[in-house]
C-alpha cells in the first residue's frame, strides 16, 4: 500500500522509515512524503492512482492539513484515498471540522505507532 504523509516536520521522514522498516523492506507499506499542502497536491496530481492512504498533519504553515483534505475530497471522483489527519491538538474544534470534511480518522501526537501499524494494516485488509 503507497502511503502519503503530509507534515512540515522534515524529520517525520525518518521517524516514519525507522518504525516501518519492517514493512518497507517487505514492501507491505511504500511511502512518500510531502512537506507542505502544495507539494501533497503536487504529489498526488502526477500520482493519482498509486497514493491509497494519506496520512497528514493539521497544523502546517501555508495550506493546513484542514484545507489538504478539504481538496483532495473534492479531486476524487470516487474512490478517494484514505485520509487520516494527525495533529499536536486533540481539540474537539479541529477533529469536528476534519470529520465534517470528510477525514477518515483522527490521530493526535506524539504518534503511537504500535496503533497506527494496527490501522494501517486492518485498512489494507478491510
Same mark, same amino acid.
Not at 478539504?70 to 479541529?94: H, L, Q, R, W
Given at each position: 500500500?503507497?502511503?502519503?504523509?503530509?507534515?512540515?516536520?522534515?524529520?517525520? !521522514?525518518?521517524?516514519?522509515? !525507522?518504525?516501518?522498516?519492517?514493512?518497507?523492506?517487505?514492501?507491505?507499506?511504500?511511502?512518500?512524503?510531502?512537506?507542505?499542502?502544495?507539494?501533497?497536491?503536487?504529489?498526488?496530481?502526477?500520482?493519482?492512482?498509486?497514493?491509497?492512504?494519506?496520512?497528514? =498533519?493539521?497544523?502546517?504553515?501555508?495550506?493546513?492539513?484542514?484545507?489538504?483534505?478539504?481538496?483532495?475530497?473534492?479531486?476524487?471522483?470516487?474512490?478517494?484515498?484514505?485520509?487520516?489527519?494527525?495533529?499536536?491538538?486533540?481539540?474537539?474544534?479541529?477533529?469536528?471540522?476534519?470529520? !465534517?470534511?470528510?477525514?477518515?480518522?483522527?490521530?493526535?501526537?506524539?504518534? =503511537?505507532?504500535?496503533?497506527?501499524?494496527?490501522?494501517?494494516?486492518?485498512?489494507?485488509?478491510?
Amino acid at each position: 500500500m503507497k502511503i502519503l504523509v503530509v507534515d512540515d516536520e522534515k524529520d517525520i !521522514q525518518t521517524l516514519f522509515e !525507522q518504525r516501518f522498516r519492517k514493512e518497507i523492506r517487505t514492501a507491505e507499506f511504500e511511502f512518500a512524503f510531502a512537506f507542505s499542502g502544495e507539494e501533497a497536491l503536487d504529489y498526488i496530481k502526477r500520482h493519482e492512482h498509486e497514493v491509497v492512504l494519506i496520512l497528514s =498533519d493539521i497544523n502546517m504553515p501555508g495550506m493546513s492539513g484542514l484545507v489538504l483534505l478539504e481538496k483532495i475530497k473534492k479531486m476524487f471522483e470516487a474512490p478517494p484515498p484514505i485520509v487520516m489527519m494527525i495533529t499536536a491538538y486533540g481539540d474537539s474544534e479541529n477533529y469536528s471540522k476534519a470529520m !465534517q470534511l470528510g477525514a477518515d480518522d483522527f490521530l493526535t501526537k506524539p504518534v =503511537d505507532f504500535v496503533h497506527l501499524k494496527e490501522k494501517l494494516k486492518k485498512t489494507i485488509h478491510a
